[in-house]
């Protein structure tokens, strides 16, 4: 087994939101649905002048935290890498001016030093840096000595351990007022994306710290400005504490990821456009039809199981068979002609192919450690 599995049986530990955090979950309102945490600001501060009219188009949406990139880590050389510290002055100047609270990427202890001194309210640990956990402790032991709220985000490559890690490892450090923005992870394929969601990483990060509020970063997981609204609903349906979105004021001529960057006014337009999710259902006649078709969802896990289990049985004598007969477990063949009726099955009823692929090859490994299991014992035996 997995050494880092976390079975569903043992329950996330009970943490407690610590009390005056700046970094917040959703707030329940009284009609139910909760209002998110919004971050907005531009992928890199350019000048005086693009940053104020950036910043003059968020002031009446009533942002929670504006981000500005100061140091850019850019993936090739030669390209703008951010104005550097002489940035930081006008930018904490602008945002203090308007009463407006700041964040910037830190990713090297001097670049968390220089934020401190400039006092700027909130950091946050960018995907690159995240991967490495000498760096996020050289960072967490200067961030710790202010304490300064952090934002983690979640590394480039699809590991879990490694984000819960650089969590942890702040916490060890004393800093205790952090939050998780998930901001997608690197595709190894071409893909509609810049990254990768794979929502099921953070969904497994927020049922093991539940305590941590969790944003939705849909500019640097799209990369496209035009899927920006879709994705932002989709924090929402998956219930996301907020956003981080990437706003400039001039897109089309920005230093940094010109193409996922929002104006002002199409983030406005976004947030008008999306719908409020209901943390609960009150009202128990709302909730009826949606127990009964619960209880039918139960019923069937309860045959699924039963199936799955009689199933994987019969992977075990096939074990026994095929060493019986001296056979290799894997029979390429068999297995070829499982995955193609089962999948032409499936999808002639309307099951999503690349679910039944990832379902059947799941299965298949079950199969296939049962009955190395089998041979094990059998071998165990043998002088
Ligand atoms: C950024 O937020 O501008 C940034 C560089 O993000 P990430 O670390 O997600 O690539
Ligand atoms: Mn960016």
């Known amino acids: 087994m997995n050494p880092d599995f976390v079975s569903p049986l043992e329950q996330p530990a009970a943490f407690e939101v610590s009390k005056g955090s700046l970094l917040r979950k959703a707030i329940p309102s009284a009609s139910g649905a909760s209002k998110p945490f919004l971050i907005a600001g531009p992928c890199s501060a350019e000048t005086p002048a693009q940053f ?38 006008w930018v904490r100047e602008m945002t203090r001016e308007r009463n407006l609270l700041l964040a910037v990427e830190v990713a090297q202890p001097a ?13 946050w640990i960018g995907a690159r840096t995240t991967v490495n956990p000498f760096l996020v402790d050289e960072l967490g032991k200067v961030l710790a000595s202010s304490p300064l709220p952090v934002m983690i985000k979640n590394p480039i490559n699809p590991d879990l351990e490694l ?15 952090l ?23 953070p969904i497994e990060l927020r049922r093991r710290r539940p305590d941590l509020p969790m944003y ?56 008008n456009g999306l719908k409020l999710r209901k943390n609960d259902l009150h009202d128990p006649s709302e909730l009826s ?26 992977s075990h004598r096939l074990g026994e068979i095929k060493k019986d007969f001296d056979l290799p477990i894997l029979q390429p063949r068999r297995w070829e002609q499982i995955l193609n009726t089962r999948t032409s099955a499936g999808h002639s009823m309307g099951l999503d192919s690349s679910f039944l692929f990832k379902w059947l090859q799941l299965m298949h490994q079950e ?17």
């Open 52 to 89: 104020d009219l950036t910043l003059n188009g968020l002031v009446p949406l009533g942002p929670d935290l504006i981000r500005a990139g100061i140091w850019k880590p850019r993936t090739r050389p030669n390209r703008f890498e951010g104005v550097g510290v002489e940035g930081l002055r």
């Open 289 to 314: 039809g949606l127990s009964e078709l619960r209880q039918e969802v139960d019923h069937l896990d309860h045959e699924l199981l039963d199936l799955l289990s009689r199933r994987l049985q019969l």
């Open 163 to 177: 984000w819960l890690g650089a969590v942890e490892r702040l916490e060890v450090l004393g800093l205790h007022d």
């Open 216 to 271: 939705c970063d849909p500019s640097h997981i799209t990369g496209d400005a035009r899927l920006v609204p879709e994705f932002a609903q989709i924090a929402l349906d998956l219930c996301y504490d907020g956003w981080m979105f990437e706003v400039h004021h001039n897109p089309s001529h920005a230093w940094s990821d010109p193409d996922q960057q929002l104006t002002p006014d199409q983030l406005v337009r976004t947030l």
């Open 367 to 383: 199969s296939i450690r049962r009955q190395l299991e089998v041979y094990r014992s059998d071998s165990a035996k043998t002088p």
């Open 111 to 123: 670049q968390a030093e220089a934020a401190l001194k400039f006092e700027v309210d909130v950091v």
């Open 179 to 201: 939050a998780l923005v998930h901001r997608g992870f690197s595709p190894f394929e071409p893909s509609p994306y810049r990254n990768m969601p794979q929502w099921e990483i």
